[in-house]
C-alpha cells in the first residue's frame, strides 16, 4: 500500500508559480512511476505530468509543456509539479498518483492505483 499526500496548492494571479508536493508513505516509492492529474469543476479528470521510477524520462501534456515540470525525490519520497507562468485555465483540483507497472504511456487514471486526495489551485485573471 502506498499514501499520497498533496500540498502546495493555493490561490495565485495569473503568471504567478505554484510548486505543488506529493508525500508518499509505504513501501517501494522509488520503483513507482509518478503522475499528476487536474480536474476542473464540470470537467473529467485529465492528464498533466508523468514521470518514470528513475526520473530520467518524463511527459507532458500539450497545455502545460514548458511551464510545469515534473520531478522527483526518492529518498525524501517525494514527487513535485512547478508550476509557471500559471493561466486562469489552469485552475483545477490537482492529485498525484502512483503507479505499479511502467508503461510507456502513463497518460490515464487506469494506468494508475493509488490516488492522493488533491489540493486546490485557483489562478485568478
Known amino acids: 500500500q502506498v499514501q499520497l499526500v498533496e500540498s502546495g496548492g493555493g490561490l495565485v494571479q495569473a503568471g504567478g508559480s505554484l510548486r505543488l508536493s506529493c508525500a508518499a508513505s509505504?513501501?517501494?516509492?522509488?520503483?513507482?512511476?509518478m503522475g499528476w492529474f487536474r480536474q476542473g469543476s464540470g470537467k473529467e479528470r485529465e492528464f498533466v505530468a508523468a514521470?518514470?521510477?528513475?526520473?530520467?524520462?518524463?511527459d507532458y501534456a500539450d497545455s502545460v509543456k514548458g511551464r510545469f515540470t515534473i520531478f522527483r525525490d526518492n529518498a525524501k519520497r517525494t514527487v513535485y509539479l512547478q508550476m509557471n507562468s500559471l493561466k486562469p485555465e489552469d485552475t483545477a483540483v490537482y492529485y498525484c498518483a502512483a503507479a505499479t507497472t511502467e508503461r510507456e504511456s502513463m497518460r490515464t487514471p487506469d494506468d494508475y492505483t493509488y490516488w492522493g486526495q488533491g489540493t486546490q489551485v485557483t489562478v485568478s485573471s
Open positions: 509505504g513501501r517501494m516509492f522509488s520503483i513507482y512511476p
Open positions: 514521470i518514470s521510477w528513475s526520473g530520467r524520462s518524463t
